[in-house]
Structure formats: C-alpha cells, structure tokens
C-alpha cells in the first residue's frame, strides 16, 4: 500500500494553526477588552478548530478509502 504524500497538506493546516495563534496571542497581549479583538480572537480560535477538523477528517477519511481499496484488490 502505497501512501499519499501528506507534507503539502500539513504544511497548510500548520501553517493556518500558526497563523491563528499568532492572531489570539497578538489579540490578547496588544488589544484591549474591545469587539474587534474578541472577534479577532473568536476568528483566530476558529481558524484553529476548522484547520484540527479538516487534517483529522481529511486523514481518516483517506485512511477509510485506501482500506477499502485493499480490500478490494484482495478479494
């Protein structure tokens, strides 16, 4: 079983979680108790979520398809 090369992709998704903690770490030190920062914040965390979800759904799913590919090949 031959495996995707994923270093493009985690470049990418660590790249966006970075990007986002550098935001909530910029937020929380620069900016007072405004609305711009909490969203910026909230934007940042979010960022972060959504880049977690996609590398973890992403990989399972692949893992799932190549499975089945297998299995497939096998019978």
């Known amino acids: 079983m031959?495996?995707?090369p994923w270093?493009?992709?985690?470049?990418a998704i660590f790249?966006?979680?970075?990007?986002?903690?550098?935001v909530v770490a910029y937020t929380?030190?620069?900016?007072?108790?405004?609305?711009l920062a909490e969203t910026l914040a909230?934007?940042?965390?979010?960022?972060?979520a959504a880049a977690v979800?996609?590398?973890?759904?992403?990989?399972a799913y692949e893992d799932?398809?190549?499975h089945r590919k297998?299995?497939?090949e096998n019978t």
């Open 15 to 22: 790249g966006s979680m970075i990007f986002g903690g550098v």
């Open 42 to 48: 909230l934007g940042g965390f979010a960022l972060i």
């Open 2 to 4: 031959t495996r995707p």
């Open 53 to 59: 979800a996609t590398y973890t759904g992403g990989a």
């Open 7 to 11: 270093k493009l992709r985690r470049r």
């Open 70 to 72: 297998d299995d497939s």
């Open 64 to 66: 799932v398809r190549l």
């Open 28 to 35: 929380a030190i620069r900016w007072d108790s405004t609305s």
